[in-house]
């Protein structure tokens, strides 16, 4: 069973609007890590998935804007890990409505570990060059 997704506040990379969109994508994860354990209907679930798909391309374009609005220098790789994603969650969704019995488990797995990692790594260091550069205090 996958575990809850626990954010922190060293997760924070210092924009507010980045930063509430982790959470809230946290908090979307953690709804589908719940629905799974009390093995909540696949149209919900299904619904969910489209909903993380969707708030999730909000937040890459609202990341790629401030990396475009800052010359940020990864900002080509950053997307590309975002595109990346996106394809991944979309084949998971797609297999899932084919009837893929252990994509839930799959799937919020490769969330938690995609979007733990991404956030410390990739997203601190865009955080890194805005203190950096005087975007950010």
Request: a negative charge; aromatic letters at 10%; zero cysteines.
């Amino acid at each position: 069973m996958v575990s809850m997704l626990n954010w922190t506040d060293d997760m924070l990379v210092h924009i507010d609007e980045i930063d509430d969109q982790h959470r809230n994508l946290f908090l979307l994860i953690n709804r589908l890590i719940i629905h799974k354990r009390n093995q909540g209907r696949r149209e919900e679930l299904l619904d969910l998935i489209r909903v993380l798909v969707a708030f999730a391309q909000t937040h890459f374009r609202t990341e790629d804007h401030h990396m475009a609005e800052t010359s940020y220098p990864l900002a080509v790789a950053h997307s590309k890990e975002h595109s990346k994603f996106t394809e991944r969650i979309k084949e998971f969704a797609s297999d899932y409505e084919k009837g893929v019995e252990d994509l839930s488990d799959k799937m919020l797995s490769f969330l938690r570990f995609w979007w733990t990692t991404h956030v410390a790594d990739s997203d601190k260091k865009f955080a890194a060059y805005l203190r950096n550069e005087g975007y950010i205090p």
